[in-house]
């Protein structure tokens, strides 16, 4: 038995199917699933039956995986091992967040075009999102192609962009929703770092934008125009062609990378029904200005 791949567009995003993730996994069936990866960009691996230990294993097959920044939040006791991000609408209690919830309200941030951790000095390379619990409507995932958006760009605008450096802060996110109660030692532990708005991915040697809603200023422009480009990229870049949205079933594991994709949860009831996502993130080689070669301007 090997494992096999069915593409669901000629180039973003396929199913894998025929492989146990639960049990180690051969070096040929690995060596499929990263050549896949590094062409479709997202991989979906339905039905999978794994405890959290064997999600972080799969997991770091591709790398050293994040701590999630959930332990600089010192409101409320994690639910999960740090290993793990929790982009549920539960407590620690295993009960649905209150409306009113600096949790659920941080994680709001979710609903709006990111991709995982860029507001990290070295950001995440992979996110590997296992589905638990899903709402019965609603609460889906969207994907959005930053290389064939790159590739669709005028050339004027690839020229304008090519050395562009952005400062990415989980900060500038939770700002466009009107949330910004954080303290002094927060701001602290997370703040602004660089990085490019143009990177090209080794593996595939493909051309990619990287955006995300943690994007502020640019550097070398005013804040005003700076916004507004990455503003106007964003609109190009999440445009439906681009576009796959996940459905989730039950004990799908959803794979993507990050420094070619965006991504954003759908509305659901959150305040009504149980959605229990858990993210494994594996941690990028270094901050994407390094790996570009692109001098960082001085803040
Ligand atoms: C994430 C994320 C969106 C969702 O796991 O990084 O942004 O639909 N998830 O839960
Ligand atoms: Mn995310």
Redesign the pocket.
Same mark, same amino acid.
């Given at each position: 038995m090997s494992v096999i791949v069915v593409p669901l567009t000629e180039s973003f995003a396929a199913e894998i199917g025929d492989i146990d993730l639960s049990q180690p996994v051969a070096p040929s069936d690995l060596a499929t699933i990263n050549e896949a990866f590094a062409k479709y960009a997202v991989l979906i691996f339905p039905d999978q039956r794994l405890s959290q230990g064997q999600h972080l294993e799969f997991a770091k097959l591709f790398g050293p995986l994040e701590t999630t920044i959930g332990v600089y939040r010192k409101d409320a006791p994690l639910r999960l091992p740090t290993e793990l991000?929790d *982009?549920s609408n539960l407590n620690h209690e295993n009960e649905v967040l209150g409306k009113e919830s600096r949790v659920r309200l941080f994680q709001l941030g979710?609903r709006l075009w990111h991709t995982?951790s860029s507001f990290k000095r070295v950001p995440a390379r992979a996110?590997l999102?296992y589905a638990r619990t899903i709402a019965p409507v609603g609460?889906h995932?969207e994907f959005a192609d930053e290389r064939a958006a790159y590739d669709a760009l005028p050339e004027e605008m690839k020229r304008r962009i090519e050395t562009l450096v952005a400062e990415h802060s989980i900060f500038n996110s939770r700002a466009r929703l009107g949330f910004t109660n954080f303290s002094e030692e927060e701001r602290r532990e997370m703040p602004p770092v660089p990085q490019v708005l143009v990177r090209t991915i080794p593996e595939s040697g493909r051309k990619s934008l990287y955006l995300a809603s943690h994007a502020g200023r640019i550097f070398g422009m005013s804040e005003a125009d700076g916004r507004a480009l990455i503003d106007h990229l964003i609109a190009h870049a999440t445009q439906r062609q681009f576009v796959y949205t996940h459905r989730w079933r039950v004990n799908d594991l959803v794979m993507w990378d990050n420094r070619c994709t965006l991504? =954003?949860?759908t509305e659901f009831d959150d305040l009504r029904w149980k959605r229990d *996502?858990q =993210?494994a993130t594996v941690c990028d080689v270094a901050n994407s200005c390094e790996q570009e070669g692109v001098a960082i301007a001085a803040a």
């Open positions: 991000a *982009v979710n995982d996110s999102l609460g995932t991504h =954003r949860g *996502v =993210r």
